[in-house]
């Protein structure tokens, strides 16, 4: 595989038309429509499906945006589940992924969800909410614990969505490290890395966390593991070093904007 597109809103007339058409081998889209209660139908998916794309549904695992759908409730009768602010993004909340109502509540919902819809897997954000989360929310808990709560909390999705649907994707975003987890390898088919070349926008990755991620990106790889590459730049010389990275890699890589509101052309 080496082509992906990456949209999470603003999708033409509601619909998945444009992306269906598209050059692409893959597609990850959100869920939900617009992002609240619109999800989408069997039937649509299995219209994309049909032009023989693989099609994984977005959603968060590590934190909650304030206009998803079981936010509200959440914050009313779980409030204690949501924990400090994302300040990258406003609106959004790391949420104690580890405890038994997060799963009961929030991801195994959406992971029927994706299944009974007919995707071919998940696209899991926000694992990174192990490093993020304030400690003073997490009971005691230090960064290595967190850790392996986020990374339990992968298998278990992988273990119960395979249960459910034999060869059902299972791909989170972002904190390759996590692979010195135990069973997560085993329990991921993919992983889908932001910014190793380009940060949001068109600035080169050099700071010491992105040698450090593309070293884990590249072990996952030579595991056997799939790479779905995003860098976000908007100049034509850097969409074109990006894309020489991909195949150097052997990564299936997209150059996008960082609202994903568009699909971008494939790397020619």
Known sequence: MHSWAYQLQDYAGGKLDQLAAGPYQLVVIDLARDAHEDYFTRSEIAAVRATGKRVLAYFEIGSIED?????????????????????????????????????QRVVQPRVDRATAAGYD????????????IALQAVQGRDRDALAKDMAELIVRISRYAKKRAPGFLIVPQNSPELRHQNGY?????????EELFFQATDERCTEDYCTENLSETRALRDAGKFVLSVDYASRAADVRAACSSYRKERFAGTVTVLGLDRPSPPCP
């Open 67 to 103: 206009f998803r759908p079981e936010y509200p409730d959440l914050r009313r009768d779980a409030a204690d589940l949501i924990a400090n602010e994302w300040k990258d993004w406003p609106g959004e909340y790391f949420v104690r992924y580890y405890d038994e109502r997060w799963w």
């Open 121 to 132: 897997g998940v696209y899991l954000d926000t694992p990174l909410a192990y490093e993020e």
């Open 185 to 193: 390898t085993t329990a991921i088919d993919g992983i889908g890395m």
